[in-house]
């Protein structure tokens, strides 16, 4: 059956989205939901379809994992800050409360604003639109700002100093009961270590700021100058 009393919360808190997004200047835009590429996400896997048609012919199409592409196409062409709701879509995902093959995704991205910027943007936001009468615990507690080193070496013992080195990363991976093949990639190795052990011990009572991602996990983020890391 469905819940339309669930229904009304999810289109308040929507449109105190749009409405505090609007009131700080941004322009909402509204983007492809069938793209010809891809984002170079190595762990998301997408929904490809076959776009068909007798007089320009055919070709592979993609529903979007995300809207960024598109989002930072806008970017370079002088959108100033922008933002979107939109329906997206990763295949292999698992089925429940916290992953779904189909789900809405807020995106935004502010002009003039680092990575460390868009963390308070993202705090700032997330109070500010919050549902009256509903103050769910992680709310309560400050948010946790860590670096992928920090995380790596807490709750998988991994030193980032020294995992540069793809020797030194499988042997991690074995020490922790994975099994990778020889001639596997660096990120899905690093990958693999990660979403097993690190992902999940990040805690459920606050909002996580994970930092400072390796920069050889291809991402659209530039690289911080000096450092094997990413602005993301």
Known sequence: MYDFAMARRRSELLMNIRTH????????????????????????????TRFINEF????????????????????AAGSGSIFQISQCFRNSEQLGDVHNPEF?????????ADDRDSIGITIEMIEKTKLKGIEPEW????????TMH???????????DRAEDIGYLRSEARRLGLE?????????????????????SLPKDREVYL????????????NEEGRPVKKR
Not at 58 to 67: A, G, K, N, Q
Not at 104 to 112: G, I
Not at 211 to 222: G, H, V
């Open 104 to 112: 809405t995704m807020l995106e935004y991205y502010t002009v003039d």
């Open 180 to 200: 990778p093949a020889e001639n596997e990639s660096w990120d899905d190795t690093f990958n693999r270590i990660f979403l097993t052990y690190t992902e999940p």
């Open 56 to 75: 320009e012919g055919s070709r592979d199409l993609y529903l979007i994992p995300s809207p960024e592409i598109f989002m930072k196409k806008l970017l």
């Open 21 to 48: 997004f609007i009131g700080k200047g941004y322009l909402e835009v509204s983007t492809p939901t069938l793209s010809p590429y891809l984002i170079p996400e190595p762990t998301i896997k997408a929904f490809g």
């Open 139 to 146: 709310l309560e507690n400050e948010p946790l700002i860590i």
């Open 211 to 222: 930092t400072e991602y390796p920069d050889r996990i291809a991402c659209l983020a530039k």
């Open 150 to 160: 920090e995380a790596m070496h807490r709750w998988a013992g991994v030193d980032m």
